[in-house]
Nanobody
Framework: QVQLVESGGGLVQAGGSLRLSCAAS????????MGWYRQAPGKQRELVAT???????NYADSVKGRFPISRDNAKNTVYLQMNSLKPGDTAVYSC?????????????WGQGPQVPLSS
């Protein structure tokens, strides 16, 4: 099993920045895909950004150029730096991971508190 623990987030004004972190533990071998998804009130969950163990990234159009994703394979941690935050970015952000490189819905999800932010 894989455990994902998120941290970061909180209240921030429009135009501000925040960094989310997600640390993986447990059976983390070949955890090739890690990333972030979000769900705004009344909306479906959507992909924000993902990154493979090799560093290939995928972004939602709405966050390209504002939310760089990165990972530290040695620490089994993925980061989401959120810059130039907009009111539309307000959502609950969840960390997810999978052993496959490409999936529609990752297998593993953060089990700790969600990370809401308001801007």
């Amino acid at each position: 099993q894989v455990q994902l623990v998120e941290s970061g987030g909180g209240l921030v004004q429009a135009g501000g920045s925040l960094r989310l972190s997600c640390a993986a533990s447990g059976s983390i071998f070949s955890l090739n895909l890690m990333g972030w998804y979000r769900q705004a009130p009344g909306k479906q969950r959507e992909l924000v950004a993902t990154i493979t163990s090799g560093g290939s990234t995928n972004y939602a159009d709405s966050v390209k150029g504002r939310f760089p994703i990165s990972r530290d394979n040695a620490k089994n941690t993925v980061y989401l730096q959120m810059n130039s935050l907009k009111p539309g970015d307000t959502a609950v952000y969840s960390c997810a991971a999978d052993r496959k490189y490409r999936v529609v819905v990752p297998l593993y999800w953060g089990q700790g508190p969600q990370v809401p932010l308001s801007s």
